[in-house]
């Protein structure tokens, strides 16, 4: 199943070439920015970007803390959002958003909700693109100001301008901000891990690790073939 997963959403990424199309695609449009800088780079889902908050920038670190969990209003009127109302956390009336990931048994026995995909911030000044794209953010909204929805047509509107080879998907982009960060940090799984919040030892990360190594293979005997 994971495996399914994991080609899908592969099969929504753009190649490099598309990748950088999409962001000339962005321009300067901040929040098509900030789309692009959160998916393709950080690895960071669409409930991720449509939740996201300023408070969750800490400059002075240069990181995005996504937090476990926070009180969802970002329906029509400050109401909860529909994905919420549905896959949210409730707790005495209260419906709470959280980052999608597994769902790990706490150490008393209760299932608790604190998820692999959060526990590590995402490090948005490692790409100057990122950081940025970040800091226009912080200076222009409080909070992201569209909804779940408006990130695919926004996202729809940039793959059309762009004249991308296929369709492309937030979990396509996030797949390729995987890939990414598995060629900047050479193919060590646990540094990814860490950078794209998965747990240490993911079974995610291996699958991935083993295309990167196919890749990389390929690539090496491309290159052999050449000489
Ligand atoms: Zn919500």
Redesign the pocket.
């Known amino acids: 199943m994971t495996r399914t997963k994991n080609t899908k959403a592969k099969n929504c990424a753009p190649d490099v070439e598309d990748a950088n199309k999409l962001k000339v695609a962005a321009g300067g449009d901040i929040i098509n920015a900030f789309i692009i800088a959160c998916t393709m780079y950080l690895a960071m889902d669409k409930?991720m970007i449509?939740?996201w908050r300023k408070e969750w920038i800490k400059p002075w670190e240069g990181k995005i803390y996504i937090p476990d969990k926070q009180v969802?209003?970002?329906?029509h009127g400050g109401s909860?959002?529909?994905?919420?109302?549905k896959y949210?956390l409730k707790e005495n009336g209260v419906?709470f958003?959280h980052p999608k990931g597994r769902t790990v048994e706490a150490e008393s026995g209760l299932k608790s909700f604190i998820t692999h995909r959060n526990t590590q911030p995402r490090e948005y000044r490692l790409f100057p693109y990122t950081q940025e794209t970040v800091e226009r953010m912080v200076a222009a909204y409080a909070r992201f100001p569209l909804s779940?929805r408006e990130i695919n047509r926004r996202l729809d509107a940039m793959a059309t301008k762009a004249k991308v080879k296929r369709r492309i998907t937030p979990h396509g982009l996030r797949s390729f901000a995987i890939d990414n960060a598995f060629e900047i940090f050479q193919g060590d799984a646990e540094k990814v891990s860490r950078f794209v919040g998965w747990a240490p030892g993911s079974d995610m990360a291996k699958e991935y690790r083993n295309d990167w190594n196919y890749q990389k293979a390929l690539n090496e005997g491309v290159k052999r073939s050449l000489i």
């Open positions: 409930g449509a939740h969802c209003d970002i329906g909860t959002c529909s994905y919420c109302k949210g419906i958003w779940n």
